[in-house]
């Protein structure tokens, strides 16, 4: 087999992307562990190492005695039909085990556009993709991630689900099953255990029923024994929570090719449209004693010369001047850089820019997300066009010459005063450039402005709202660009409506969107994340051979007492809260940052979780 | 110090400048006293002989990693070894004056070697190849910086020799670079195939030695230069 993967390497264009042995990958060899553990990601290689979960949950699998954990992506499309044509399976890229033979194969959920990408790994690595038709000899499928909150589109294919942080859960989940194979237990038992563990979620055990319009009648399980909510799974501690203290390092240029220090998780803000700030709650921060040693740690084992103060809003880390300055010291040695992505334009940033200038400059990114500010208001961006100029200012007057704007569109009450509102943004951003005095500025302007569509996601305020019918979407679009036209020196960027469509329709479907997601991957939908392979007729064609109507999905606001799929799920933030946030959006009514005052979220509820409630 | 080191089978189709960065990054792993450029993006300094093309096994090649302050050579081999993946390997270490010359400079040619597999397509080109080596001339499309070219490659190789091997043929040969560069083995197999009227051929190429002009015009392998 090993020969043969040999030969095909020759023949594809990025062949870096298959061959593994990375630094830090020469984990423990395949046969010697009672259990094994495929991590895949249903997305191509610069993607999948790009990303920090995987290489959380890689080093913690690792480091169980009795497993080992190998990394599985999605392998392009001039290495896929020269696999289909050799014949040769899907392959692990550490032993190059084909994906069948694991016991245990895991998928992250990051994105639902890479839906179709997880039914070709389980096809091309010889799985049954339906989870009906695997038999005791096949591997247990689990998924999990920010996608799994709504997991309804994907209940035939995946075994079990693990909702919420996974450090912990995955030990839980790995320990039982070694225990199952162990004892040689058939499936159905191992399923239903698996069902036992807090966060674990196993769709063959619940039945959906249906009104007659459609909506969710009832969603219960079948089973006695099997919990009728499933709770989310929270770290509480940050410290003790584990982290890796080495990772892979690839040959290939990645995407985030960097060491990604997760300096806290969870996001007090409150933005309405925000599924991660609602979904991570509530903010853990990792002490500062902690990161410094973790990157010490990191550092050393990697030899990156980049590090990324990586969290949802970092710009609101507790002691973020205190910790880029002892990085700072510390690396300036081994000419370490430190970056922070997600800045936050509200954020206290101006002494953390001063501090990474120090090394290095990159373009900045702020995120008004809207334009006017009674729509921020209705998102609860707390930002104003003041805190925006300002920070504009700074950087202007700090070295820099390049941001970027990301707004939204299609937002929940937008009206045409809000698109102007954008465009009015991007004019005050290059008139702050030129209020810079000539001498002082770096020469050559670039703002990049771009507007991404308003997805609606389930366990946000706005998991009720329609989103904008393509038409609407499109007539939109173009008007930003008339309006953007006007202003000289922006770069306008804008989505592909249909794949937000579809981005829609699969964050708020249901079970019977599973049947569509199949329909499509025979039609041979894959990569559709990636523009030039995402094939919009096919997907429709699916969706009618079908008989299911997307616009059902994505563009039909859902009723406020509607049983929605996802409501089954207990995701730390409750309904009631999130009904009051939408009402309290529909009015322009912002809701304090939480760390000025518990806001009753839900999370409260559990006890010694959130620092900022008690 | 100059390093010369193996470029693994598994790493063959890891280009010049991933493995640039790889070294480099190996490099910050140490506590070895290496030098930074200046400027916003710092890089650690260090340079190699000739840039070995993506799908060439590497068995001789050679860097120049220049130190701050002097170093043992021996503790230099074995500190970078130790943080290498199994695949890139320090065989020897030299220290080198201030004043030495860039490899690069120095670089004249290579020694490689071309396993081919056994099957139609190696006895058809074991058939061509003394016919090659008889000839004055083999034009064939060639790459170059300026684009491609339609180029006579036989003055490249200035020795030759095929022979049987356990399974297919190895063939051996010295590439000596010319004004306009070098002769990737990929297009000289190329070459090869199309005289032989044959689509591909399988093979693993592999660069044994790199050359450099020695004082009396011969070509003599580049380590051996660097250590008289």
Same mark, same amino acid.
């Not at chain 2, 990054?25 to 006293?33: D, E, G, H, I, V």
């Not at chain 2, 081999?77 to 065989?91: F, I, Q």
């Given at each position: 087999?090993?020969?043969?993967?040999?030969?095909?390497?020759?023949?594809?264009?990025?062949?870096?992307?298959?061959?593994?042995?990375?630094?830090?990958?020469?984990?423990?060899?395949?046969?010697?562990?009672?259990?094994?553990?495929?991590?895949?990601?249903?997305?191509?290689?610069?993607?999948?190492?790009?990303?920090?979960?995987?290489?959380?949950?890689?080093?913690?699998?690792?480091?169980?005695?009795?497993?080992?954990?190998?990394?599985?992506?999605?392998?392009?499309?001039?290495?896929?039909?020269?696999?289909?044509?050799?014949?040769?399976?899907?392959?692990?890229?550490?032993?190059?085990?084909?994906?069948?033979?694991?016991?245990?194969?895991?998928?992250?959920?990051?994105?639902?556009?890479?839906?179709?990408?997880?039914? *070709?790994?389980?096809?091309?690595?010889?799985?049954?993709?339906?989870?009906?038709?695997?038999?005791?000899?096949?591997?247990?499928?689990?998924?999990?991630?920010?996608?799994?909150?709504?997991?309804?589109?994907?209940?035939?294919?995946?075994?079990?689900?693990?909702?919420?942080?996974?450090?912990?859960?995955?030990?839980?989940?790995?320990?039982?099953?070694?225990?199952?194979?162990?004892?040689?237990?058939?499936?159905?038992?191992?399923?239903?255990?698996?069902?036992?563990?807090?966060?674990?979620?196993?769709?063959?055990?619940?039945?959906?029923?249906?009104?007659?319009?459609?909506?969710?009648?009832?969603?219960?399980?079948?089973?006695?024994?099997?919990?009728?909510?499933?709770?989310?799974?929270?770290?509480?501690?940050?410290?003790?929570?584990?982290?890796?203290?080495?990772?892979?390092?690839?040959?290939?240029?990645?995407?985030?090719?960097?060491?990604?220090?997760?300096?806290?998780?969870?996001?007090?803000?409150?933005?309405?449209?925000?599924?991660?700030?609602?979904?991570?709650?509530?903010?853990?921060?990792?002490?500062?004693?902690?990161?410094?040693?973790?990157?010490?740690?990191?550092?050393?084992?990697?030899?990156?010369? *980049?590090?990324?103060?990586?969290?949802?809003?970092?710009?609101?880390?507790?002691?973020?001047?205190?910790?880029?300055?002892?990085?700072?010291?510390?690396?300036?040695?081994?000419?370490?850089?430190?970056?922070?992505?997600?800045?936050?334009?509200?954020?206290?940033?101006?002494?953390?820019?001063?501090?990474?200038?120090?090394?290095?400059?990159?373009?900045?990114?702020?995120?008004?997300?809207?334009?006017?500010?009674?729509?921020?208001?209705?998102?609860?961006?707390?930002?104003?066009?003041?805190?925006?100029?300002?920070?504009?200012?700074?950087?202007?007057?700090?070295?820099?010459?390049?941001?970027?704007?990301?707004?939204?569109?299609?937002?929940?009450?937008?009206?045409?005063?809000?698109?102007?509102?954008?465009?009015?943004?991007?004019?005050?951003?290059?008139?702050?450039?030129?209020?810079?005095?000539?001498?002082?500025?770096?020469?050559?302007?670039?703002?990049?402005?771009?507007?991404?569509?308003?997805?609606?996601?389930?366990?946000?305020?706005?998991?009720?709202?329609?989103?904008?019918?393509?038409?609407?979407?499109?007539?939109?679009?173009? *008007?930003?660009?008339?309006?953007?036209?006007?202003?000289?020196?922006?770069?306008?960027?804008?989505?592909?409506?249909?794949?937000?469509?579809?981005?829609?329709?699969?964050?708020?479907?249901?079970?019977?969107?599973?049947?569509?997601?199949?329909?499509?991957?025979?039609?041979?939908?894959?990569?559709?994340?990636?523009?030039?392979?995402?094939?919009?007729?096919?997907?429709?064609?699916?969706?009618?051979?079908?008989?299911?109507?997307?616009?059902?999905?994505?563009?039909?606001?859902?009723?406020?007492? *509607?049983?929605?799929?996802?409501?089954?799920?207990?995701?730390?933030?409750?309904?009631?809260?999130?009904?009051?946030?939408?009402?309290?959006?529909?009015?322009?009514?912002?809701?304090?940052?939480?760390?000025?005052?518990?806001?009753?979220?839900?999370?409260?509820?559990?006890?010694?979780?959130?620092?900022?409630?008690? | 110090?100059?390093?010369?080191?193996?470029?693994?089978?598994?790493?063959?189709?890891?280009?010049?400048?991933?493995?640039?960065?790889?070294?480099?990054?190996?490099?910050?792993?140490?506590?070895?006293?290496?030098?930074?450029?200046?400027?916003?993006?710092?890089?650690?300094?260090?340079?190699?002989?000739?840039?070995?093309?993506?799908?060439?096994?590497?068995?001789?090649?050679?860097?120049?990693?220049?130190?701050?302050?002097?170093?043992?050579?021996?503790?230099?081999?074995?500190?970078?070894?130790?943080?290498?993946?199994?695949?890139?390997?320090?065989?020897?270490?030299?220290?080198?004056?201030?004043?030495?010359?860039?490899?690069?400079?120095?670089?004249?040619?290579?020694?490689?070697?071309?396993?081919?597999?056994?099957?139609?397509?190696?006895?058809?080109?074991?058939?061509?190849?003394?016919?090659?080596?008889?000839?004055?001339?083999?034009?064939?499309?060639?790459?170059?910086?300026?684009?491609?070219?339609?180029?006579?490659?036989?003055?490249?190789?200035?020795?030759?020799?095929?022979?049987?091997?356990?399974?297919?043929?190895?063939?051996?040969?010295?590439?000596?670079?010319?004004?306009?560069?070098?002769?990737?083995?990929?297009?000289?197999?190329?070459?090869?195939?199309?005289?032989?009227?044959?689509?591909?051929?399988?093979?693993?190429?592999?660069?044994?030695?790199?050359?450099?002009?020695?004082?009396?015009?011969?070509?003599?392998?580049?380590?051996?230069?660097?250590?008289?």
């Amino acid at each position: 087999m090993i020969e043969r993967i040999e030969k095909l390497l020759e023949r594809v264009e990025k062949p870096a992307r298959y061959t593994g042995s990375e630094m830090n990958t020469e984990v423990k060899p395949f046969g010697e562990a009672e259990l094994s553990f495929a991590f895949c990601f249903p997305d191509t290689y610069e993607v999948a190492m790009s990303h920090l979960g995987m290489k959380i949950l890689y080093s913690i699998i690792n480091a169980l005695p009795y497993a080992v954990c190998e990394r599985v992506c999605m392998p392009w499309v001039d290495m896929l039909s020269a696999m289909k044509e050799e014949g040769v399976p899907l392959f692990s890229l550490e032993s190059r085990t084909t994906l069948s033979k694991f016991d245990i194969v895991g998928f992250t959920l990051q994105y639902e556009m890479s839906y179709t990408n997880i039914l *070709e790994m389980l096809f091309l690595g010889g799985i049954p993709v339906k989870n009906a038709q695997r038999g005791d000899s096949d591997p247990i499928v689990v998924a999990g991630g920010p996608c799994a909150s709504n997991p309804e589109p994907l209940s035939a294919f995946i075994d079990a689900f693990m909702i919420g942080d996974g450090e912990e859960v995955i030990v839980e989940v790995v320990d039982l099953l070694n225990a199952c194979k162990k004892k040689n237990l058939p499936r159905a038992e191992r399923l239903k255990l698996l069902a036992s563990i807090e966060g674990v979620y196993v769709p063959s055990l619940y039945h959906p029923e249906y009104h007659e319009d459609g909506t969710l009648k009832s969603f219960e399980p079948i089973d006695p024994d099997v919990p009728k909510t499933v709770k989310k799974r929270f770290v509480i501690d940050m410290d003790t929570a584990a982290f890796p203290e080495t990772i892979p390092v690839p040959y290939t240029q990645i995407v985030h090719d960097r060491i990604m220090l997760e300096i806290m998780r969870g996001c007090t803000r409150g933005c309405r449209f925000c599924q991660a700030g609602m979904l991570y709650r509530p903010v853990r921060e990792r002490s500062l004693d902690r990161l410094v040693e973790l990157s010490e740690k990191l550092v050393g084992s990697t030899g990156y010369e *980049e590090i990324s103060l990586s969290s949802l809003s970092s710009g609101d880390y507790s002691c973020l001047s205190a910790l880029c300055e002892e990085l700072m010291e510390k690396f300036s040695e081994k000419r370490v850089s430190i970056s922070l992505p997600s800045l936050r334009i509200d954020s206290v940033v101006k002494d953390s820019l001063a501090q990474t200038q120090k090394v290095k400059k990159s373009s900045l990114t702020f995120a008004p997300e809207a334009g006017t500010q009674r729509l921020r208001n209705v998102i609860n961006k707390g930002v104003t066009e003041e805190d925006l100029l300002n920070k504009l200012k700074d950087a202007f007057e700090g070295g820099w010459n390049s941001v970027k704007l990301y707004f939204m569109m299609g937002l929940p009450t937008e009206t045409q005063a809000d698109l102007v509102g954008i465009a009015h943004l991007a004019q005050e951003a290059v008139k702050a450039y030129y209020a810079v005095p000539k001498g002082q500025r770096v020469k050559g302007l670039r703002v990049t402005c771009s507007a991404s569509v308003f997805v609606p996601k389930p366990f946000t305020p706005f998991q009720w709202c329609a989103q904008d019918t393509m038409d609407v979407v499109k007539a939109k679009q173009y *008007e930003l660009r008339r309006l953007l036209s006007a202003v000289r020196g922006v770069t306008f960027n804008w989505h592909d409506p249909s794949v937000s469509f579809l981005e829609a329709c699969f964050a708020v479907g249901d079970r019977r969107l599973a049947d569509v997601l199949y329909r499509a991957w025979e039609l041979g939908c894959k990569l559709d994340g990636w523009n030039d392979q995402f094939h919009y007729s096919l997907w429709m064609q699916a969706f009618a051979d079908c008989g299911v109507d997307p616009v059902f999905f994505a563009n039909r606001p859902r009723g406020l007492d *509607e049983l929605l799929p996802w409501d089954f799920i207990d995701i730390g933030v409750t309904k009631r809260y999130l009904r009051l946030e939408y009402e309290r959006s529909l009015d322009a009514q912002t809701t304090r940052d939480c760390r000025q005052g518990c806001n009753g979220c839900g999370i409260e509820r559990i006890k010694g979780l959130c620092k900022i409630c008690e | 110090m100059i390093v010369v080191f193996e470029k693994g089978f598994a790493l063959r189709h890891i280009g010049h400048l991933d493995l640039m960065r790889t070294i480099q990054r190996a490099l910050r792993r140490t506590s070895l006293p290496i030098r930074y450029s200046n400027g916003f993006n710092p890089h650690i300094q260090m340079s190699f002989a000739a840039p070995l093309s993506v799908g060439v096994v590497g068995m001789h090649e050679l860097m120049d990693v220049p130190m701050a302050n002097e170093f043992n050579e021996e503790a230099f081999t074995k500190e970078l070894n130790r943080v290498l993946p199994g695949c890139l390997h320090v065989c020897r270490s030299r220290t080198v004056p201030d004043d030495f010359p860039t490899l690069m400079a120095l670089v004249a040619g290579s020694r490689i070697r071309i396993e081919i597999e056994a099957g139609e397509a190696a006895d058809k080109i074991a058939a061509v190849f003394p016919e090659f080596m008889a000839s004055g001339e083999l034009v064939t499309l060639r790459k170059t910086k300026s684009g491609e070219n339609m180029t006579n490659i036989r003055p490249f190789v200035t020795e030759g020799s095929i022979e049987k091997a356990a399974n297919g043929y190895t063939l051996r040969c010295v590439i000596a670079n010319r004004q306009d560069g070098s002769l990737k083995p990929a297009v000289l197999m190329n070459a090869l195939c199309e005289l032989a009227e044959i689509e591909s051929a399988s093979y693993i190429a592999y660069r044994d030695v790199i050359l450099a002009k020695g004082k009396d015009g011969q070509l003599m392998e580049l380590e051996e230069y660097v250590y008289v």
